[in-house]
């Protein structure tokens, strides 16, 4: 029962993943100057809206868990609704959060808020698609022995290793190689992005590997 | 012999301290020095050597030159003089070079290669080592032997013009100058113009003896854009024609009084390719010295190539064509060439007082002085020396006398570069061998420290040390023959000083005993470790503890944090390490938090039976692995589940909110000081609040706010002592005590730090660690990180320059200096020891097990010796890195000075649990 599920994991994961290649390569061909590091801002708003609609393609197709048991329009608007809304406060948060690590306040806001909307991608709108707007779900599946799923399993891997990534990113800057990538917020978006792509890799990997021991509870 | 595990790691600790003093002796040789201060310095001039004839020659010998201009262009690389770039821009200077009356050198500068050691060591001719700039804190002043002082002493008038260092290091001995500042590197114009302009009044008025002319903007165009740029030979060209100026006013003067000047064109440190300077590569070593005068004329086709010298030889040959003594401090050797064309008695005696000068050095600062070759090569040009008078006084044959002649100036060229050599070797050589007993020591303390750490944590917080059964050992003799073997083999044979060779014998073997010892201690653990290991998995019923999230996050950042003190950008941006770590241990506690107080109150009802269960197998791992609460195991897991759900209201909302009150007093604390280097040019928060009236009232607010908390702690601990013992009570007056010392001497600027210190203190005790429940050993850790943080929050950073000195004069008169030295300590390190004292006084306070202060004591000694531990080895293999006197070497002294610290707080911490188990 469960090798189909890995299979479909693996699927969506590489979908994924190709999303995230796709908003590299594709817009050199429309816009003039585009490269990851000079026009950095660009490319992470292509890459934050291009991972978000594949998500949410992914998640009208899969569907992993179909158990909304009301399917009133009004309730699907309230719920959008409310996930636009976690959406963005999780990006308010991140960014106080990089604030509280040190960035700087006032200077480069734009780049510190976006780099808060490409981690809010990488981490919130999966949360947002599976587990839906539901704190409490969230800090059960983010506790020990709290997944329910492989569903949820992947997502814990994906969401620890883009933090992981963020957090390792951040090391570089103060070094004095003086490279491009090192400003603020570069490294640590593309440690984020390392991360987002390790966990979509290392995840269905590592569930295939441990399918024996994995017992979830309401499957 | 029973020993309390915080004993045990007070003593290890105190062993550590030994180990590391002596690495640190070995890392940094003592400066050669000789005894004679420059003010006691009366002492007649050598006579010369005369073998049964008495010569008339015995006093100093006149001066060579009249005047002397010393031209320093800061900056000027030989390549800008003799290469392409001289030849272009600098045709006036390259005709002396080439065809004038002049000798021009290569000179090669030491590290550091910064302004200040530079000119010191053109003026004194010594090399200042790196412990010069941690002695001569509070006195810019140069004490040392110098050229100047010299002059001054000599009745000569010294003029100055140029980079106001000078002024500093020579505030009373110019009769005129005008101190130019290199704060602005991007003004290259300004700088020298204010030297120029001075130039032609002093040239046409005569009434000096030395003037000096620093030039900063050649440095200041290579700081900003490079030795390749255009700018540099305009100013090269500006050089030039300045040069010309100069030699041509001190040729015409010369016509009238027909007495030889001498212009000196030097550069004091090189231009690396980038740039920059400070490091040690060939470009920025290299400077170009350059001595004209009139007395050096040459015969037609007379070729002189630049020659590689030192340049520590200026000072001696300044002192000599002066006619003033040579400092007593200098290393190096008269330029021959300059004295050439001298007649050879003059030649022989100029080169004599030079020799027995350095000579005097060398049996100052080498034990074995009468082995050195250099010494020997001395003593026999003296004697041929001798010989040479009385040939000359009776007025020999010209032929004979001239073949000696020759013979003994060759003599003591060579004997001048041994002599030479051998001084400059003293200071710029590690002495291996006591860095490595350093190392030896302290690397064994630590292992036997990781080795006793199950021991030392187990709930009895005791271990068995084997004191006596080492002694009677094969293997500690075994030892003990080697080691002393290996010290009469390394020290008959080394080659440089060294200080462990040079302690005496009783000493020595002390020390080596004590090795030996440590080794035996560290053989028998092991054993222990891998029998009980063996024993214990043929039982294996013992259940591993399960690691935390915490427990993982604590570890790695240990590890983390050691790891990155091999690079030298994260040793200077430290603080953001700390920060970093803080944070992330914050939004941990913060998930810790969230997860224990919602999870549970949804998960009661439904009886969701694996978080339940999870819990209760985490709680009974903690009991198992931590406090060692005896008392208490019976209560302990139900008293863990209800810790979090007795709080209600507002202090539920205060447990939830303070991790976030935590993170933001950390924030604004950061913006307080900003320490490190790349990012040091943000605005203080701390500069706003000193700057004016209104802000110093907030000032006065904190004060009030620290008064307050002081009040508050003081009352708490009367309140506790209602139901605990008076120990409590005197361990948290003790703490506010420290408070308010640290009250006293912080700068105005920096008490917020103390009140946001005392603010997360009271937060975390209230909200995190007693409702969490955090075993001692997790606690101590992360009182050890807020103390590192709190160090770099006072502003303080890993260069020496941050030390705040003034701290050491608060509440005295004049400098006195063993409560400057400890009041200075402990400004500096008020962070570290507040948390520490803060951790003695809340574990003995809240734990009625006496374990915990043990434990705690064991965890704080291994968490601060691991770090030292591998900076040790980390410098040791990076001494020839290029940042090493400038970044990895103050960061040395700074751990060197944490571990005393350390030591003297586990000691403490001893002297508690000992009360404590008394009572």
Not at chain 1, 188 to 196: D, H, R, S, W
Request: proline share 5%; hydrophobic share 45%; charged share 15%.
């Amino acid at each position: 029962m469960k090798d189909t599920d890995i299979k479909r994991l693996l699927y969506t994961h590489l979908l994924c993943i190709f999303s995230i290649i796709l908003s590299i390569c594709i817009p050199s061909f429309f816009l003039e100057n585009f490269s990851i590091l000079e026009t950095h801002l660009t490319w992470l708003c292509i890459c934050s809206v291009s991972v978000t609609a594949v998500n949410l393609v992914l998640y009208l197709i899969v569907k992993p868990n179909a158990s909304s048991k009301r399917s009133s329009i009004s309730y699907k608007v309230t719920r959008f609704l409310k996930c636009c809304i976690y959406f963005l406060m999780s990006c308010f948060f991140f960014h106080v959060i990089f604030v509280l690590y040190g960035a700087p306040l006032i200077e480069l806001v734009l780049e510190t808020f976006l780099f808060a909307v490409i981690l809010s991608t990488f981490t919130t709108v999966p949360c947002l698609c599976l587990l839906g707007p539901n704190i409490k779900a969230w800090l059960r599946v983010f506790s020990r022995n709290g997944v329910t799923s492989i569903w949820e399993n992947s997502l814990q891997i994906t969401t620890i290793s883009s933090f992981i990534g963020t957090w390792l990113g951040a090391f570089p800057i103060p070094l004095d190689w003086e490279r491009p990538w090192q400003v603020w917020p570069i490294s640590c978006t593309l440690g984020a992005t390392f991360g987002y792509v390790a966990g979509l890799v290392i995840s269905p990997l590592w569930i295939y590997w441990n399918r024996k021991q994995l017992t979830y509870k309401n499957n | 012999m029973r020993l309390g595990s915080g004993a045990f790691a007070a003593c290890c600790v105190v062993i550590e301290v030994l180990g590391v003093a002596l690495f640190l002796r070995g890392f940094f040789p003592a400066p050669v020095r000789s005894s004679s201060r420059a003010e006691q310095r009366a002492e007649p001039a050598a006579p010369e050597p005369s073998a049964g004839a008495s010569s008339n020659w015995t006093k100093l010998p006149p001066p060579l030159f009249k005047k002397v201009v010393i031209m320093l262009i800061d900056g000027l690389r030989d390549d800008f003089v003799f290469g392409s770039k001289g030849v272009k821009f600098m045709p006036y200077t390259t005709y002396l070079v080439e065809k004038g009356a002049s000798h021009s050198f290569v000179a090669e500068a030491k590290l550091p290669t910064v302004t200040m050691p530079r000119i010191k060591a053109l003026m004194t001719g010594s090399l200042p080592g790196f412990i010069d700039v941690v002695r001569n804190l509070n006195s810019p002043e140069l004490l040392e032997d110098n050229v100047i002082t010299q002059a001054k002493a000599a009745g000569k008038r010294i003029i100055f013009y140029g980079d106001e260092t000078w002024v500093k290091l020579f505030p009373k001995h110019f009769v005129e100058y005008d101190g130019t500042t290199s704060f602005f590197v991007s003004d290259y114009t300004e700088v020298d113009d204010n030297v120029t302009r001075h130039l032609d009044k002093v040239l046409k008025r005569g009434d000096w003896d030395v003037l000096i002319l620093h030039y900063l903007g050649l440095d200041h165009i290579g700081h900003v854009s490079g030795p390749s740029s255009p700018l540099i030979g305009h100013k090269l060209r500006e050089m030039d024609s300045i040069l010309m100026k100069i030699h041509t006013s001190l040729l015409s003067e010369e016509r009238e009084t027909l007495v030889p000047n001498l212009l000196v064109l030097c550069g004091d440190h090189g231009m690396s390719e980038t740039g920059g300077h400070g490091a040690s590569s060939m470009e920025e070593l290299n400077t170009a010295l350059i001595l004209i005068s009139s007395a050096f004329e040459r015969k037609p086709g007379d070729i002189r190539r630049p020659k590689h010298v030192q340049q520590t030889d200026l000072a001696a040959t300044l002192a000599i064509g002066l006619g003033l003594p040579i400092p007593g401090n200098s290393v190096g050797s008269l330029l021959f060439p300059t004295v050439e064309g001298r007649p050879v008695r003059e030649q022989l005696r100029f080169l004599h007082l030079n020799a027995v000068q350095l000579s005097k050095l060398l049996q100052e600062n080498v034990p074995s002085y009468e082995k050195e070759p250099g010494f020997e090569q001395f003593k026999m040009s003296e004697r041929l020396h001798g010989n040479w008078i009385r040939l000359y006084l009776e007025e020999n044959n010209s032929e004979v006398l001239f073949n000696l002649g020759a013979k003994v100036r060759r003599q003591y060229l060579d004997a001048l570069r041994t002599l030479s050599l051998s001084l400059s070797r003293q200071v710029a050589q590690y002495d291996i061998y006591s860095m490595l007993v350093g190392t030896v020591v302290v690397l064994e303390v630590l292992s036997l420290l990781l080795l006793s750490i199950p021991e030392a944590l187990s709930n009895k917080a005791e271990l068995e040390v084997p004191l006596w059964s080492p002694v009677f050992s094969l293997l500690f003799y075994l030892t003990l023959l080697v080691l002393s073997a290996l010290h009469v083999i390394v020290c008959t044979s080394a080659e440089s000083s060294c200080y462990f060779c040079g302690l005496s014998w009783l000493t020595a073997g002390g020390v080596m005993v004590l090795v030996s010892a440590l080794l035996c201690a560290v053989v028998s653990a092991l054993a222990k470790t891998f029998g009980d290991g063996k024993f214990l998995s043929k039982n294996s019923a013992h259940p591993k503890p399960r690691w935390s999230e915490l427990d993982v996050l604590i570890l790695l950042g240990t590890m983390g944090h050691v790891l990155s003190l091999g690079a030298s950008s994260f040793i200077e941006e430290e603080h953001q390490t700390w920060y970093f770590l803080i944070n992330t241990l914050c939004l941990a506690l913060c998930h810790e938090i969230y997860r224990n107080c919602l999870l549970r109150d949804d998960s009661e009802p439904q009886q969701c039976p694996h978080v339940e269960e999870e819990f209760i197998r985490t709680a009974a791992a903690l009991q198992d692995r931590s406090t060692g609460c005896d008392t208490l195991e019976p209560h302990g897991v139900s008293r863990s589940l209800t810790s979090l759900d007795t709080l209600r209201g507002y202090e539920k909302w205060m447990v939830l909110a303070s991790p976030w009150v935590i993170l933001t007093c950390c924030r604004l604390l950061r913006s307080l000081n900003q320490t490190g280097v790349q990012w040091a040019h943000r605005p203080d928060l701390g500069h706003w609040l000193t700057r004016g009236v209104i802000e110093a009232r907030f000032v006065h607010v904190f004060v009030l706010g620290i008064l307050f908390t002081g009040t508050k702690d003081l009352l708490k601990s009367q309140v506790i002592a209602t139901d605990v013992t008076i120990k409590t009570v005197g361990l948290w007056e003790i703490y506010s005590g420290l408070v308010l010392l640290a009250a006293l001497l912080f700068r105005p600027h920096n008490l917020p730090v103390l009140v946001f210190s005392l603010l997360i203190q009271t937060i975390m005790t209230k909200f995190i660690w007693k409702p969490l429940r955090h075993d001692a050993a997790e606690i101590t850790i992360m009182h050890y990180w807020f103390g590192q943080a709190f160090f770099y929050f006072q502003g303080n950073s890993n260069n020496i320059a941050t030390v705040d000195i003034s701290a050491g004069f608060v509440g005295l008169d004049t400098y006195i200096e063993v409560p400057a030295v400890f009041l200075t300590a402990f400004a500096t390190f008020a962070g570290p020891v507040l948390w520490a004292s803060h951790l003695v006084s809340f574990l003995s306070s809240e734990t009625s097990s006496g374990s915990a202060l043990s434990h705690a004591c064991f965890c704080y000694a291994l968490i601060c010796s691991f770090p030292v531990s591998a900076y040790i080895i980390l410098v040791t293999s990076l001494r020839y890195h290029l940042f090493i006197w400038s970044v990895f070497s103050p960061k040395l002294l700074y751990e060197g000075m944490h571990i005393l610290i350390t030591a003297a707080i586990c000691v403490f911490f001893t002297a508690m649990d000992q009360t404590n188990t008394k009572s």
